[in-house]
């Protein structure tokens, strides 16, 4: 059997995840619909605001043509009751205007709330292949400055969007009524409109997208070089980086520019259709006023309507902007959210047997294990690992130590074959029954924001303070947490920079004991430790280890002393098995890996 030496997967193009057909609208239909209640009556407010609106200038045609005409005959009647209609339709356009606003900014909150909510839930199931090739930067710009496109969308497009709309079905029934020759001959004017919107979205809907890309290139770029700002400042990358931020930047800033280009054309060229349509309509209606066929004050009612009619061009001009860009949002969102993990949630979960005081047994039956590029990095292979035992597994950097540890955590599910823990199928655990199960300490240590104690406890949220030192003190951990400005309340800040590397590892391991899990992967997990922290781990973990199942991944091999068994891979297989002393005696890898060690220590 052959295999390629990959401990990772190969980097693939965030953008080559494809957006499944309606997901965009799917996913706003299930952020609205808990809503409908509420929209049915921000629909309503609007639409009666808007008729209590566009009365004005009817009851201006009526002022003129009736009411002035009565008052010369002293009869004030009319005009007085064409100007409280007035003055009432304008309280009730504002109070209507008013509530809808409100109503609407909290459920554009609520909706923004969710949609938040659902990218972060969503990116934590995702697995970690997904992960090792999909940035974290491009996950933040999703739930950032995606979401802050919708939002202005939500806060301020729409409501133009609907007042355009109604008015200008208003303003067109209206038109018609008042005259129907004028009327057609000004609604004729939607034609070279349509065309004009039309050519505007093809054309800027494919430069917002390079604008979401963009941005979303900006925060990778930002992110990545604030988060390795350590190897930056170490090997002078500053310059270099800047370069390529500044590339970045610049193909952000173009898109912009774009867009607003894009956006200049349409207003320019919908202004100028919209000035020689109204030119051409007054000019007809002054004739038909001199002709005698059409009242002076309907000729000034239909050029107040056209102007309602007109103005409101750079607002759409606005919110087709905001559209757009919102749309090529709405897209890459809908593409995450639509993106199923690779390691699913069983649909009918088995439950584990009881735990024994002899812990799990761990069998790999047939497995192998390909990334999706289709490259194999574990060769079929069966392996038992007895409940209780600790084995140790070493071999050189891309053996495949670290794959097989990420097989058992069920980071991934494997291409062919089972995992079973005491017989049951990982994939048929429940996530929560296989967290407490089995519990991996990795070389990384990460530590969150918060104190010692509350990073201690995040396998056991409801840990006592008693059981958080005694986990430290049996690690070893107790005496430099205890050393600390505030002990164990100190904050150890962002990803635990206030204690040393060392310190960190140790605080994972307490962590990990306190989880108390049945089988536990260490996975390169003291390699931060100098001499004297690493023997006194080990004198802690060969009581630690009792009565548990263990696993420790390992390229020091003082480390595997503590090991009942030694598995030493190589490209994937399993070259040598036995126990430490056995394989120390012999004439194999291990024997040669132990030779080495030895020699690098005089």
């Excluded at 969308?153 to 007042?163: F, H, K, P, R, Y």
């Excluded at 490259?375 to 007895?386: C, H, I, N, R």
């Amino acid at each position: 059997m052959t295999t390629v030496l990959e401990e990772s997967p190969a980097p693939v193009d965030v953008e080559e995840i494809p957006v499944p057909p309606g997901a965009p609208a799917a996913l706003l239909r299930s952020l609205i619909g808990p809503h409908r209640r509420r929209v049915v009556v921000a629909m309503l407010m609007i639409t009666v605001q808007q008729a209590a609106l566009q009365a004005g200038p009817l009851l201006v045609a009526l002022a003129i043509d009736r009411g002035i005409p009565a008052l010369r005959h002293h009869d004030g009647g009319p005009l007085i009751a064409v100007i409280a209609a007035y003055l009432g339709c304008a309280a009730l356009s504002t109070v209507l205007q008013r509530a809808f606003i409100r109503l609407t900014g909290l459920l554009n909150q609520d909706i923004l709330l969710e949609l938040r909510t659902r990218i972060f839930r969503h990116a934590q199931r995702l697995g970690l292949d997904f992960h090792e090739r999909y940035t974290s930067g491009r996950i933040i710009s999703r739930a950032t400055s995606d979401v802050d496109t919708l939002r202005e969308l939500l806060n301020e497009g729409l409501q133009e969007l609907l007042a355009v709309g109604l008015s200008v079905c208003y303003i067109a029934v209206i038109l018609v009524v008042m005259d129907w020759r004028l009327g057609l001959l000004a609604l004729a004017s939607a034609l070279p409109m349509a065309l004009l919107v039309r050519m505007f979205r093809r054309r800027s809907s494919r430069v917002y997208r390079r604008s979401r890309t963009a941005v979303a290139s900006v925060i990778v770029r930002f992110t990545e070089t604030m988060n390795g700002i350590r190897p930056v400042q170490a090997f002078r990358r500053e310059r270099a980086n800047l370069t390529a931020f500044e590339e970045v930047n610049h193909q952000y800033a173009r898109a912009n520019a774009d867009g607003l280009l894009e956006m200049a054309r349409y207003v320019a060229f919908s202004r100028a259709t919209a000035n020689l349509w109204i030119t051409g309509v007054v000019l007809v209606g002054a004739y038909l006023v001199t002709d005698g066929s059409l009242e002076l004050g309907v000729l000034t009612g239909f050029v107040l309507y056209l102007r309602r009619l007109y103005d409101p061009i750079d607002q759409l001009a606005m919110f087709l902007n905001s559209y757009q860009s919102a749309g090529a949002a709405l897209e890459k969102i809908s593409g995450l959210l639509a993106h199923e993990p690779s390691v699913a949630e069983p649909t009918a979960p088995l439950p584990l047997p009881a735990t024994t005081a002899t812990g799990r047994e761990v069998s790999f039956e047939s497995v192998r294990f390909a990334y999706r590029t289709g490259k194999e990095v574990l060769p079929t292979f069966s392996l038992l690992l007895p409940a209780g035992s600790t084995t140790a597994v070493v071999g050189a950097t891309g053996a495949g130590k670290s794959t097989l540890a990420k097989l058992l955590a069920r980071f991934y599910d494997p291409t062919e074959g089972r995992v079973l823990l005491d017989g049951v199928d990982l994939r048929d655990l429940a996530g929560p029954d296989l967290r407490r199960g089995v519990v991996m300490v990795t070389q990384e240590s990460f530590l969150f924001s918060g104190t010692v104690a509350e990073n201690i406890a995040v396998g056991r949220p409801d840990a006592t303070r008693a059981e958080i030192e005694q986990a430290a003190r049996e690690i070893g951990a107790h005496g430099f947490i205890s050393a600390l400005p505030d002990g164990y309340d100190t904050d150890v800040r962002k990803r635990g920079g206030r204690i040393s590397a060392g310190q960190r590892q140790l605080v994972a391991f307490a962590r990990a004991l306190l989880a108390d899990p049945a089988v536990l992967i260490l996975d390169e997990a003291t390699s931060s430790l100098d001499v004297p922290g690493e023997q006194a781990v080990q004198r802690a973990m060969r009581t630690v280890l009792a009565g548990r199942t263990a696993v420790i991944i390992a390229h020091r091999l003082s480390t595997v002393e503590i090991a009942d068994r030694v598995l030493v891979m190589d490209a994937g297989h399993i070259v040598e098995d036995g126990t430490p002393a056995d394989l120390i005696t012999a004439t194999g890898r291990f024997a040669d890996l132990h030779t080495a060690w030895r020699d690098s220590l005089v």
